[in-house]
């Protein structure tokens, strides 16, 4: 049987994940993760949170909202730690979203590494330079550099 005390102290889960405790409160009015509190008023987080925690601190690494996290975390279970078929659910439901973050990521690496600045070598080429505005009718910014399922260039 282990020892550890089911319920963590504000202090407690924010050394363990990281997490700033002002961040904590932030996430807790956000509806992000839950605590209860004690009689004196102290909250108090069962330890399923630091895994909470580590998913919204890798999912905000890699851009999505909070709005997003929020969509996905309502979709895990309250009266339980999340089990893996929770998790592979929720992984399922961002596969498109994270590879076409991962391909826009790996466009823009792979054009970049060529360029130098902007002064650009060879503006036949450089994704950013866009010769006569030719491409402004696919919208703001680089379109070249945009996710293949975001572009609409063929």
């Not at 630091?50 to 895990?76: D, H, P």
């Not at 991962?102 to 060879?122: A, K, N, P, V």
């Not at 866009?130 to 703001?140: I, Q, V």
């Amino acid at each position: 049987m282990s020892k550890l005390p089911k319920l963590l102290t504000i202090g407690e889960v924010a050394h363990r994940s990281g997490v700033a405790q002002t961040a904590l409160r932030f996430y807790e009015d956000r509806g992000l993760i839950n605590s209860t509190r004690t009689s004196g008023n102290q909250r108090r987080y069962d330890r399923g949170v630091l895994r909470r925690l580590a998913f919204i601190r890798s999912a905000q690494r890699v851009g999505l909202s909070l709005e997003q996290i929020s969509e996905a975390l309502v979709t895990l279970p309250d009266d339980h730690a999340p089990t893996k078929a929770d998790w592979a659910r929720l992984s399922r439901r961002w596969r498109d979203e994270l590879d076409a973050r991962i391909d826009g990521l790996q466009r823009l690496r792979d054009r970049l590494t060529g360029c130098i600045g902007c002064g650009c070598l060879s503006l036949r080429t450089c994704a950013l330079h866009n010769a006569d505005d030719k491409l402004a009718e696919f919208g703001p910014g680089a379109p070249l550099l945009r996710p293949t399922s975001e572009r609409g260039i063929g």
